[in-house]
């Protein structure tokens, strides 16, 4: 199965993402702030949140987006440092579109601009085109307009914060956790927000630097997290990504327990108090074939969605679901927020455990997972993918040996230049030959 290549010039899956200060220039954003500010316009009376995360390069890319925004007549709310799912929050606040710095799971030398409306939900497809349009043009000049007011907004997450413990304020105290930081954005609140529930907790991965975030840490690199757990004898650890919008989980044994599994605990929770609404969930098409059968034997309905947040979010819009997220960690409560949120998910986890009084490991004891290999291959262009013969030739030949046993999912990045491979079945050693003889023929095609 092949996915859908991408078409515009800037925008991603998940906004426009690039090297800081060189494809992500300072011009190139000022640029973008002057184009996002029809955003304002429209739908927020004249008002933008700035957020970002602690990449070296955030105060420079934040300076830039609120000048082109400034210029435009637009007022520009600097919220600091933040995680993105609080931006989210805070648009509904103050009724005001946001945008985020931040690439999120990425190394520190890249960042990225995406943006929210006044609901807290990513950009639809056609403002996004609607911002490539003027990027893709010279500035025009402005007509005589008075520049925007700035203004810093100092306790901004902390107003995140409140919002989570307005939304669930679980006793937490018999619990003994591990944290890991990432590095990120929620290193300066998240560890503290658990302590104010009553949890013991032991934080990793919370002194941000500029250049650490998810530096061997946070949901990508899990290891820390595991021996951590281990060595604090922890109940239960909890991974985030450098802008906190994603969790991934350690049980008390070390193992690590992924987006899909995080789904299954929690659809399976709230189909038990009469709460997951038309016992739908949405997932992606990574989902592993293990789980989709165990949601299928609880009488859960699948919906699926392409891999990006915001079309699981909207896939839960239109099928009225309550709970979506994917493998990678992104879990959506729609009760909590608008966006992938690791803080509000890994409350609710944790009020799952405290109220039932088990251990993770426990939760997922009936949960046999499928094999699953995935390869990321780099690429010096995606174009030219679909067209190619020995790349199609290699998926053709993985799909027929596997004959309905497993699957075969090739996809180019949303967020970076490379092909990402998935082969999934009962044998690990059969996908990862097939995995290899797939990326081979990327490498030497689009390599």
Excluded: W
Aim: one cysteine or more; proline letters at 4%.
């Amino acid at each position: 199965m092949m996915g859908r290549p991408l078409t515009t010039k800037y925008f991603g899956t998940d906004g426009i993402r690039g090297k800081a200060n060189e494809f992500l220039s300072a011009e190139l954003v000022l640029k973008l702030g002057r184009a996002a500010a029809f955003l304002a316009g429209e739908h927020g009376g004249g008002r933008m949140l700035i957020g970002m995360d602690t990449r070296l390069s955030g105060p420079l890319l934040e300076s830039a987006l609120a000048a082109g925004l400034l210029a435009a007549g637009v007022d520009v709310y600097s919220l600091g440092i933040i995680p993105t799912p609080g931006v989210a929050a805070l648009c509904r606040v103050y009724e005001a579109p946001g945008a985020v710095i931040s690439a999120s799971h990425n190394p520190y030398e890249d960042n990225g601009i995406k943006f929210f409306t006044a609901q807290g939900n990513k950009l639809c497809d056609e403002d996004q085109e609607r911002i490539e349009k003027f990027l893709n043009n010279p500035m025009p000049p402005l007509a005589e307009t008075a520049p925007g007011r700035l203004y810093r907004v100092e306790d901004a997450a902390q107003q995140y914060a409140e919002i989570i413990l307005a939304a669930q304020k679980p006793d937490l105290s018999a619990l003994k956790l591990a944290i890991d930081c990432a590095h990120g954005a929620a290193s300066p609140i998240a560890p503290q927000l658990l302590r104010s529930l009553g949890a013991e907790v032991v934080a990793i991965g919370a002194a941000p630097d500029g250049r650490n975030i998810n530096a061997a840490c946070g949901s990508t690199a899990p290891k820390l997290l595991c021996q951590t757990v281990l060595e604090e004898k922890a109940q239960i650890g909890m991974a985030l990504d450098g802008d906190a919008d994603r969790l991934i989980a350690v049980d008390e044994t070390g193992n690590i327990v992924d987006g899909d599994v995080l789904l299954v605990i929690m659809a399976r929770y709230l189909q038990s108090k009469g709460q997951l609404p038309h016992n739908t969930i949405v997932v992606t098409q990574m989902c592993n074939m293990a789980l989709r059968q165990k949601l299928t034997q609880l009488g859960i309905t699948i919906v699926e969605a392409r891999v990006g947040d915001r079309y699981v979010l909207e896939k839960m819009q239109k099928s009225g679901a309550l709970l979506g997220g994917e493998q990678s960690g992104h879990i959506i409560l729609s009760c909590f927020n608008s966006t992938g949120d690791a803080l509000a998910a890994a409350i609710f986890l944790l009020t799952i455990l405290a109220e039932q009084g088990c251990s993770l490991a426990s939760l997922t004891a009936d949960l046999r997972l499928f094999a699953q290999v995935h390869i990321n291959v780099a690429v010096k262009t995606k174009k030219g993918f679909e067209k190619d013969r020995k790349i199609s030739a290699a998926i053709i030949a993985a799909q027929k040996e596997l004959a309905g046993q497993g699957r075969v999912i090739v996809r180019a990045s949303g967020t970076e230049p490379l092909f990402r491979v998935m082969t999934e079945g009962p044998d690990e050693e059969v996908l990862q030959r097939l995995a290899d003889d797939i990326a081979k023929a990327i490498r030497a095609g689009l390599g």
